[in-house]
Structures are given as C-alpha cells and as structure tokens.
C-alpha cells in the first residue's frame, strides 16, 4: 500500500496542505437550540485538526429563512460568529486549515424552523416525496417558488454568510451545492420545473449555483471559496434525467469562469448517505475530474476501505474526504499514515446533543490529546 499521494502537500486555494486527508462535512447537531457554537463544539474540531490538513465544518445555516433545524450550526449572528470563533481558534492552535460549509435548507426544512413558521422555499413548488423525520415523519410541506427578486435576496445572504465567516476566522468557505439542499434543488430537473432564466435546460438549472459562486468570489476571493456537489444523488428526493451533462456543464463554467477556486468536492454517486455499509465499486466522477484542472476532492464510500481511498488518491492526484471515519477517530491521518485500526463509529449518537459520541472517541495513541 503506498502512501506516497494521500501523504503529500498539495495546494488548496492560497493555502497549502501537508496531507490530503480531509474532514468532510457532517452534521452534528451539538450547537445551542439557536445554532451557537460552543465550546464543546470547538473541542471536537480541535481534536480532528492536525498540521496542514483541511477540515471543513457541517452544514452552516446562512440565515434564518435558510430554515435551520434546532441545533445546527448558523454564521447569521454575531453569537453565532463568536461561537465559531471559538472553534476556529482551535483548529488553527494545531495548525489546521478550516473552511466552513455554508448552506440553506429549501425544501428539504419545514415550516416550524422559518422564521414566524413561514412556508419553506425552493426552486419550485414540489415537496420532497415521503416522510420528514423533523416532524415526527409527517408528509414533508409543499414549499413555495422564490420570486426572481427572492433569489437574488438569496444570492446575498450567502455573501454575507462568506464575510461572517471570514469575520469568525475561517480560511474559506465552502458551498453546499449537494444532497438535494436548496442550491441543489435548482440544479436537479425533478425539483425544479420553473420556466424562466433559472428553470428548464441545463444552463438554466445551473444558474443559481454560479451566480452563489460569483458573488461569494466576489466577496471573499476564489481561493477562499469552493463547492459541493452530489451529481446522481438523490439524497432528499431529488433526481437529473441529465447526470453528465448537468454537472459537465457546471464544472466547465467553474473551470471557465473561476478556476482559481479552492476546490470543488463531488461526492461518489455510488454513496448512500443514509446506508450503514459504504459502497466503493465504480467510479462517476471521471468526467468531472477531466474537466476540473484545479483542486478536486472525492467523497463518499471511503470511511470503511482505507485501501481504496489510498489507490483513489494516488490514481488521480486527488484529496480524499471522509465522513464517519473522522467522527469515530479525531487523529485519522495518523491512524492512516500509520495504519493503525480504526474506533468504529456509534450511529445512535450521531445526533444527539452532549460529549457522548462526540467527543469522547479515544485516540490511538493518548498522548497525542494531550
């Protein structure tokens, strides 16, 4: 087994990593009810942060429309902000890079998490088929389209949630364009049946995603900024009859239009965000990978087959992410430079909202906390 690519600098963005192990975005559901990083939250991500190497935070409400669950993560308000400041010093005291993930719910929220339980958006009138586990497995609510005004209001609120996180320390900012969220909901034709300039062809659904892109560039810069995709996904219900040519298009215009972003980080479609076993057989990201010529990170199926995310990496000179690995083991890189075994992973506290679970998995070697 070599190490020779996952172990290697590479450059992200204005930055430079020391390895290409990467801390992918989870959520954790361990912020206060109004989505205030604390100091627990802090030690968790110090505890995964190690000289050169990215982590990237869960899934990070820009806004309150953005309909954030209880518990999640916002960068909206300055307790917000100087809660993640908290967690930002951390990562950086061990000499870590941090980027955090901004995101808005669309469809896939409900009612009750808007503010004055205001009917939810999206690309379009359609819900997300079957039951939403945030209401008690109730139907999940029909949302409303965004006007043409509403998503350019949309389009500044994920500039703003940039400059916020720039403003609490973090090193960039990464998109969530995946797993049928509200940027991905445009994206994908069974989500999205509008028909004026963001519904219907493929330059058409894309378009909400690079304008978020352009103006998050703008705002911060391209080698701070980056985004998630989840081409084929059909994690909340959404569905491309397309997959190829909508995410060709979509990588294409970044390479065009942006290409000194960070990164884009593309999630296997082979992957069930939802499965307990991870499926690593195929590969759909070649055609992307062809046309991105800037820093390309892989995800999804990894966590449970160290020696393919070894071979993944040293194929295609690309960063690997991973999920539950890193939430099951805080000094993952070293556990895989040193192949060491892995603490599995306990799913019953995945989200729940104390230390247990969360921060309390052993490190290899004990000392290494100190």
Known sequence: MTITTLFSPVKLGRYQLEHRVVMAPTGRFRCTIEGVPTELVAEYYGQRASPGGLLITEATAIHESAGPYPYVAGIFTKEQ??????????????????????????RATANAFMPNGEQIVSASDIPVAGKNPFLGNADYEVPRPLTKSEIKDVIQLYKQAALNAIEAGFDGVELHGANGYLIDQFI??????RTDEYGGSIENRARFALE?????????????????????GSFNGVRDDT??????????????????LAYIHFIERRYDIDADVDSISGDSLEPFRKIWKGTFIASGGFSTAREKAFEYAQQHDVLISFGRAFIANPDLPERLRNNWP?????????????????????????????
Do not use: M
């Open 243 to 260: 997959v190829v040519e909508t995410w060709s298009y979509l990588t294409s215009q970044l390479q065009k239009n942006h290409p000194n």
């Open 342 to 370: 892995l603490n599995p992973y306990h799913r019953p506290t995945f989200y729940t909202h104390d230390a247990v679970g969360y921060t309390d998995y052993p490190f290899y070697n004990a000392k290494a906390q100190a």
């Open 212 to 232: 978020v892109v352009d103006a998050v560039a703008e705002a911060i810069g391209d080698d701070r900024t980056a985004i998630r995709f989840s081409p084929g």
């Open 188 to 193: 994908n034709s069974n989500s999205n049946n």
């Open 81 to 106: 902000i100087e809660g993640y400041k908290l967690a930002t010093e951390a990562v950086h005291k061990k000499g870590g890079l941090f980027f955090a993930q901004l995101w808005h719910g669309g």
